[in-house]
């Protein structure tokens, strides 16, 4: 019964738990992308080439990383969007 064992599982819930934590994830990304883009547009409005070079450096490589991890999530449902 699953009602007898309070710490047992569904695969539903297992599956509903992958799916918030997979979120999460790009959650974090999303958010450190926005931070990114917050602090280049500090930089600009002082003229700091050098930390804003740096900076957009940084965002290029943050969408590669949300590029790569949507990839591998469309790769492990098939193909499916």
Known sequence: MRGSNPLARSKEDVKITSQNYKYSI??????????????????????LRKEMKKCQFQIKGKKQEINEFKMAQKARRGGKK
Request: aromatic share 18%; no cysteine; hydrophobic share 35%.
């Open 26 to 47: 790009m959650q974090k990304l999303i958010k450190e992308l926005q931070d990114l883009y917050s602090w280049n547009q500090f930089y600009q409005a002082r003229t």
